[in-house]
């Protein structure tokens, strides 16, 4: 979650420099691999197609999860189960394997382009693009604290701020409303995975990284099952914190690295029917949280996770893959599209409006869901796009560049994850 996108350009170098490089920047041996994930769009777009309306069907899942008091339904114990996961966990993780892929396709990307990836360039645009309206939640969160509105415990406010929350092993306080910020623990996992992957695709290359990230992709489970015994008192948080839940983000990045192979795309033509696509989607939406409901951990600390990386995966690999077909086609509607840009505010704001019956100002789903996209919308608009257009700016002045470049970088077609 952290689970907003940039829906702007980045521009990248598309100039070779071997000379003087700036600080925070590593460049390890000229990668052999292809740019990810053919782009079809029009050479002037700055997106990737169906992204942004993928986008919008994972964070309108969070936020019916989020509504399900307010909605008030009377479902089945396994209904009830299948319709919280579906809405719910189903989209957070869905977030996350998004995530891998495209932030691995803009470091790849611009690896093949100049032979480097910056590390300054990198952690800039990511300030540049999650602080802001991460930091405005946060004072709108204190003020309201202080004003006794709300009562949240100040250690899960500094958490939050430290992108700590999925490591929050205070104590549960009852009756305190640390639901307002508890959402933040998918921003932490993702501004974790941010702080490790750059690096070590920068110092190992895309190449080696193929294979070190499917290693670990597939020692997760064995992770997750020691630390379940080793460390009993910790089995609630185990898909919160990021050393047990961070195959998601491999799976979506070894993706990345393996468009283009021969291997890959031979074994994807064998999935071009629209049928596998719609059985993926309907075992993912359905069948893999059924199967968490009827075996629990057994399922989930073993297989699950794996089985939930690979359907998000497939998804986007075969949506990038026949852009032509009537699902692609629904996520490019310009509804989607606009959903889908305003996730990551939505995603933020939308835990002050929904969820508590009893400390939101309505019951009602549909006023409240309006308030959320309404502070979504102003947040994006008036504070989030001046901060990309300046961020913009600096680039466009080199400032995010070593002196004495005289061209500007080339843009490439790809969005920008924002967290």
Same mark, same amino acid.
């Given at each position: 979650?952290?689970?907003?996108?940039?829906?702007?350009?980045?521009?990248?170098?598309?100039?070779?420099?071997?000379?003087?490089?700036?600080?925070?920047?590593?460049?390890?041996?000229?990668?052999?691999? %292809?740019?990810?994930?053919?782009?079809?769009?029009?050479?002037?777009?700055?997106?990737?197609?169906?992204?942004?309306?993928?986008?919008?069907?994972?964070?309108?899942?969070?936020?019916?999860?989020?509504?399900?008091?307010?909605?008030?339904?009377?479902?089945?114990?396994?209904?009830?189960?299948?319709?919280?996961?579906?809405?719910?966990?189903?989209?957070?993780?869905?977030?996350?394997?998004?995530?891998?892929?495209?932030?691995? =396709?803009?470091?790849?990307?611009?690896?093949?382009?100049?032979?480097?990836?910056?590390?300054?360039?990198?952690?800039?645009?990511?300030?540049?693009?999650?602080?802001?309206?991460?930091?405005?939640?946060?004072?709108?969160?204190?003020?309201?604290?202080?004003?006794?509105?709300?009562?949240? *415990?100040?250690?899960?406010?500094?958490?939050?701020?430290?992108?700590?929350?999925?490591?929050?092993?205070?104590?549960?306080?009852?009756?305190?409303?640390?639901?307002?910020?508890?959402?933040?623990?998918?921003?932490?996992?993702?501004?974790?995975?941010?702080?490790?992957?750059?690096?070590?695709?920068?110092?190992?290359? *895309?190449?080696?990284?193929?294979?070190?990230?499917?290693?670990?992709?597939?020692?997760?489970?064995?992770?997750?099952?020691?630390?379940?015994?080793?460390?009993?008192?910790? /089995?609630?948080?185990?898909?919160?914190?990021?050393?047990?839940?961070?195959?998601?983000?491999?799976?979506?990045?070894?993706?990345?690295?393996?468009?283009?192979?021969? /291997?890959?795309?031979?074994?994807?033509?064998?999935?071009?029917?629209?049928?596998?696509?719609?059985?993926?989607?309907?075992?993912?939406?359905?069948?893999?949280?059924?199967?968490? =409901?009827?075996?629990?951990?057994?399922?989930?600390? =073993?297989?699950?996770?794996?089985?939930?990386?690979?359907?998000?995966?497939?998804?986007?690999?075969?949506?990038?893959?026949?852009?032509?077909?009537?699902?692609?086609?629904?996520?490019?509607?310009?509804?989607?599209?606009?959903?889908?840009?305003?996730?990551?505010?939505?995603?933020?704001? %939308?835990?002050?409006?929904?969820?508590?019956?009893?400390?939101?100002?309505?019951?009602?789903?549909?006023?409240?869901?309006?308030?959320?996209?309404? =502070?979504?919308?102003?947040?994006?608009?008036?504070?989030?796009?001046?901060?990309?257009?300046?961020?913009?700016?600096?680039?466009?002045?080199?400032?995010?560049?070593?002196?004495?470049?005289?061209? *500007? *970088?080339?843009?490439?077609?790809?969005?920008?994850?924002?967290?």
């Amino acid at each position: 979650m952290f689970l907003g996108f940039d829906t702007t350009g980045v521009k990248l170098s598309s100039q070779s420099s071997r000379a003087v490089l700036p600080a925070g920047t590593i460049t390890p041996e000229p990668a052999v691999v %292809q740019p990810p994930l053919r782009d079809d769009a029009s050479a002037g777009s700055k997106r990737l197609p169906c992204l942004d309306g993928l986008r919008a069907c994972a964070i309108a899942a969070v936020i019916l999860c989020h509504g399900e008091n307010q909605l008030n339904w009377k479902l089945p114990p396994l209904a009830d189960a299948v319709v919280l996961h579906l809405w719910g966990t189903l989209g957070v993780f869905f977030f996350f394997g998004l995530s891998g892929y495209l932030i691995t =396709t803009l470091l790849v990307r611009e690896y093949s382009s100049t032979g480097e990836i910056s590390l300054k360039k990198f952690y800039l645009r990511r300030a540049f693009r999650i602080l802001p309206p991460l930091f405005l939640f946060l004072v709108t969160i204190v003020c309201l604290n202080l004003a006794g509105v709300i009562q949240i *415990p100040w250690h899960s406010i500094v958490l939050s701020s430290l992108f700590l929350q999925n490591y929050n092993f205070f104590p549960y306080i009852p009756y305190s409303d640390n639901h307002y910020i508890g959402h933040l623990w998918t921003l932490s996992a993702e501004e974790q995975f941010y702080l490790l992957w750059p690096f070590a695709l920068a110092w190992l290359g *895309p190449k080696h990284m193929r294979k070190v990230a499917l290693l670990l992709a597939l020692a997760a489970p064995g992770v997750r099952i020691c630390h379940y015994f080793l460390f009993p008192g910790l /089995r609630s948080k185990l898909l919160v914190m990021f050393h047990t839940s961070y195959d998601i983000f491999l799976w979506g990045c070894l993706l990345a690295l393996c468009s283009g192979d021969s /291997r890959l795309e031979s074994i994807l033509k064998r999935f071009r029917s629209v049928g596998w696509f719609y059985l993926v989607v309907l075992f993912y939406v359905t069948g893999e949280p059924a199967l968490e =409901t009827y075996f629990r951990g057994t399922y989930e600390l =073993t297989v699950g996770m794996t089985l939930r990386g690979l359907c998000v995966v497939f998804i986007i690999a075969w949506l990038g893959r026949n852009l032509g077909s009537w699902p692609a086609k629904f996520l490019n509607l310009a509804s989607m599209r606009a959903l889908g840009i305003l996730s990551y505010s939505l995603y933020i704001w %939308q835990q002050l409006f929904i969820g508590k019956c009893e400390h939101t100002f309505s019951n009602s789903f549909i006023v409240c869901t309006s308030a959320a996209l309404t =502070t979504a919308c102003a947040s994006y608009f008036l504070l989030e796009k001046p901060f990309l257009k300046l961020r913009r700016r600096l680039s466009a002045g080199y400032c995010f560049s070593r002196a004495g470049r005289t061209a *500007p *970088p080339a843009p490439i077609a790809v969005t920008e994850p924002a967290g």
